[in-house]
């Protein structure tokens, strides 16, 4: 490859203007929200659950066996919102993680309306681009749940 | 049987292991998802499904644990991970529709493979920072150009990008990765990151950024799956949360150099256990008689 080439430039010609600079804290602060968010409802899952099943802190088994013991959980929204009403700690987990997937959804659409104030139209397109890639993405996702699984049992018939 | 333990126990290794792999995630920019696949399937025996499941949250929260410190300390370059991160989702979800049809052992090769490759673009020469970079216009147009602190040296550093087409290429590719073996395609980020010129703690800076959009179309594909079991997810998130925030913190005190090297030795393990994984004549893939001497050297 024969490109022209550009040295670096000084580092005095690169002072960004305050403006971009509410981009990166308009980010920050929903990456932060959605952290301690998140962080809550999963501290509060475990500590539920380890405070249901008292046997989990005394009865030993095999390694192979230690990460079965909770095998049903719920794994759509609707059924997430009922282990949460049924106050299992495993629906709160599971809230937690719903958070934090959302969290980067939301950093797109701040920098969104970010790069709209800015009047920066390609990195508006970008970023729309992004969101409705996201979409897509959990739109096939949802399509593509295994059927044979089955939903699982409500939360009451469990110890 | 070798192991026997509490659940409670299982919970304790599993967040201790996750403080490490966070640490290391935000270090490298990496998401430390590399590192929790081969720990929970190998060494704590859970299902390769959910194994990957919790390493795509362990992306998910090193990349919104890290990212908040290193966007708001303007570590990260935001324009060019915006960018990317287009090219990474369109990837991740080619990825998520491949999963169905792709084969577990074929996963374990290509896993091993992407860590091989990594660790060779980490040992190639280094680039002087100071030298001229090729012209590229279409990083002009989108402004992609950055500069740093960095607070190790003192320095204010500007820095000049370049390659951007071969970025949003490689960056596709690191999707697809993502998509079908739930890495978050950090291990592939940060050589493009590298390639395109941007200085080695602003790539890791920038690589945890985009890592969670990448991991958030993966997600949402495995959540609905069913592969993402709270009772395993639960501490693995809980760990890396800490462990990207002793990152973040030890990113100004460690020397560029210690991290890569550290960067490389966990890329050249991780590859050799991975490819041995995929190699292993089947069985049941996921209680292979190998793993238990691998617990027990």
Redo the contacts between chains.
Sequence with gaps: MTLPTVPPPPPSSTAEPPVVRHVEIAISYILRVGVILSLSLIILGIAITHVRHPEFRTETMPLEAASKVAPIFPYTTADTLNYMEHFRGRGFVVAGILVLIFIPVASTIASIFAYARLKDRAFVLISVGILLVLLVGFVIGHLQTPTHRGPPPPPTTEP | ???????????LIAFVFALFAGTLGSLLGIGGGIIMTPV?SQL????IR?AFGASI?CV??T???S???Y??Q?MAN??VA??L??AT??G??TG??LL?FAPKRTLFVLFGLAMAFTAFMMVRKRIN??A????DPLAD??HL???YHDTDTGQ?????VTRSKIGLVLMYIGGILSGLLGIGAGSIAMPTLATMRLPFKVCSATSNYML??T????????????W????????V??GV?CGATIGTRLVHRIHTKVIRIIFVIILLITAIQMLKKGFTPPDNPT?QPTSASE?HP
């Design positions: 049987m070798l192991y026997s333990l509490t659940p409670l126990s299982f919970t929970l704590l025996q859970v299902d959910y949250v998910l929260a990349s919104a644990g990212a908040g410190a966007v708001r303007h935001l324009r915006i960018l991160q287009l989702a369109v991740a979800v998520g529709v169905s920072p100071r001229t970079v090729p012209l147009r989108l150009h950055g500069h204010h550093i500007a820095y000049r969670g959009v991991a958030t179309a993966t997600a949402g594909i495995y959540f609905a799956h069913g993402i079991n709270p009772f395993i997810v639960g501490p998130a809980l949360f209680t617990v």
